[in-house]
């Protein structure tokens, strides 16, 4: 088996590597290492989960470590590595990666993203970074305010491309590439490598080499899934249920609107299991602080929408719940993809009303797995039969349709209720929050496109009943 020394890292970073317990590269370290410290471009096709960041960070600072300097004077700083992420939790953690594995060599690295002030950002610039991770939005506006200069960069990371094109993100990339006059390498990460990325990637990348590892859901074997039905009314009870009688210690829990996030969180407190809320209406601060409240094992219940959810660096879940049933398959493979990794096995639970029953059937006939039905002792109800017939035929117009409505919903989000207020009808529509705390696209009026990856269907699961393992903790690896 390959291990990190023979791919020609130095023993700086073999250090740093060693001290976040890894043992041995993922598949897309040992083939995108190599070609990153040979100095080609690369285009990566390599979802969050599979190591990616430390595929492209590591090779990064080893071709950075020869201008590596300790002097205090900003002129011996220059930006020499751009590094693009589309959310601010994804930037905050590429570069926290990039913080850890360099931390034997004094370069420099700073994270710079919208909704926090411009100051502390302009003072980290001034004095000098050579490492640099930024959402596109507030990135120009740096440049625009010249306060950031990228003359120098050498080597620009597009991460998340697919995540970017979804985001409308990609004018504002193509603007800030004409930035980059003297970059010499330029690497794309993206989940999935579609016409679209790849006609992204040929505008940008010179000759470049593709590597790609199996999608998230086709190394997920190890998940189990399972349907618990119940009536809608009566989820949070069979949630509480849940935790409290089958020991589940850290858990994800995933609804359908913000709205639905805060109330049900805080229905949870009430109910005497510490849960809290992360979504688009909360503050940066408000999400770091409950997101390592979770991490840090003091929440044990983290209530996300899917669009809050996305770009979290939280790994080897034990249990992710769907509360609501997302819309799109895609999303559903997303979700479990937050469990049973790195060989950990994980359970993905999800609580189905028969007016989930449609979207259900759509999941399984993408997952390509039939999930097995579970009713939980006094939560039964006379209109679950449905529920345990086999999948429909797959209706793609349903899909589309739902698609769109997304799309729709991301320009005209619902309205936010304030926490605790009685549910209404909006908690119970499919709505996928438009979390305005993503960073918009830099010019006004550049209407995001979103571009749906196709479903790919996964290899059938391996283990398709594990129930009644919920019990386990939670483990997160550093980095
Ligand atoms: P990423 O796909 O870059 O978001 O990484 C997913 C997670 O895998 C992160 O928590 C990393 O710390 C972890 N990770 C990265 N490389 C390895 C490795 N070689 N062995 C074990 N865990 C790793």
Redesign the pocket.
């Known amino acids: 088996m390959t291990s ?1 020394a023979d791919l020609g890292l130095r023993p700086e970073l073999l250090k740093a ?1 060693e001290e ?7 598949p ?2 040992v083939q995108a290492i190599p070609l990153v410290l040979a100095g080609r471009d690369v285009m990566g096709g ?10 492209f ?1 590591l090779p990064l600072l080893q071709r950075l470590a020869q201008h590596a300097n300790t002097s205090v004077s900003p002129a011996r700083h220059p930006v020499r590595a751009l590094i693009l992420a589309p959310t601010r939790e994804l930037a905050a ?2 570069e926290e ?1 990039v913080r ?1 594995y360099g931390k034997y060599i004094p370069l420099r690295s700073t994270q710079i993203f919208g909704g926090v002030p411009m100051d502390p950002q302009i003072e980290a610039l001034r004095r000098g970074v050579e490492i640099l991770v930024a959402t596109p939005g507030r990135l120009l506006d740096h440049v625009q305010q010249r306060t950031l200069n990228l003359g120098q960069v050498e080597i620009f990371v597009l991460d998340e491309a697919d995540r970017m094109l979804d985001m409308g993100f990609i004018p504002d990339v193509k603007r800030i590439v004409a930035l980059l006059t003297s970059r010499k390498q330029n690497l794309l990460f993206s989940a999935t490598l579609t016409d679209e990325i790849r006609i992204l990637a040929k505008s940008f990348l010179r000759d470049p080499i593709a590597v790609q590892v199996a999608p998230k859901h086709a190394t997920a074997d190890l998940v189990a899934h399972v349907v618990h039905p119940v009536t809608r009314e009566r989820k949070r009870e069979l949630l509480v249920h849940l935790v409290k009688t089958r020991g589940v210690k850290q858990v994800l829990v995933f609804v359908a609107t913000r709205i639905g996030a805060n109330r049900l969180a805080y229905q949870l407190n009430r109910e005497g299991v510490h849960a809290t809320a992360i979504h688009g209406d909360r503050s940066q601060v408000e999400r770091m602080q409950a997101l390592e409240e979770f991490k840090a094992g003091k929440v044990g219940v983290l209530v996300a929408t899917d669009v809050a959810a996305r770009g979290l ?1 939280i ?2 879940l034990p249990h992710v719940v769907n509360f609501d049933l997302p819309n799109s398959p895609d999303d559903y493979v997303h979700r479990i993809g937050r469990t049973g ?2 060989g950990s096995a994980g359970t993905a639970i999800s609580l189905v009303c028969p007016e989930e029953q449609e979207r259900l059937a759509e999941i399984e006939k993408t997952i390509r797995i039939r999930i097995p039905r579970e009713v939980v002792t006094g939560f039964g109800h006379r209109s679950e039969a449905p529920l345990m017939e086999p999948p429909r035929r797959e209706n793609r117009r349903g899909a589309d349709h739902d698609r769109l409505t997304q799309s729709r919903r991301r320009e005209h989000p619902p309205k936010p209720a304030p926490v605790g207020a009685k549910p209404g009808p909006a908690a119970t529509k499919p709505a996928q929050g438009a979390d305005p705390i993503f960073s918009r696209p830099y010019e006004p009026g550049a209407t995001p496109v979103p571009v749906a990856a196709p479903a790919k269907p996964s290899a059938p699961q391996k283990r398709e009943r594990q129930v009644a393992a919920l019990l386990g903790g939670f483990v ?4």
């Open positions: 990190f590597v976040q317990g890894y043992t041995s590269p993922t897309i370290q390599a979802q969050t989960g599979t190591g990616k960041t430390a595929g960070t953690q590429v990666s850890g660096d790994e080897e990794r790195a997160r690896k550093p980095g």
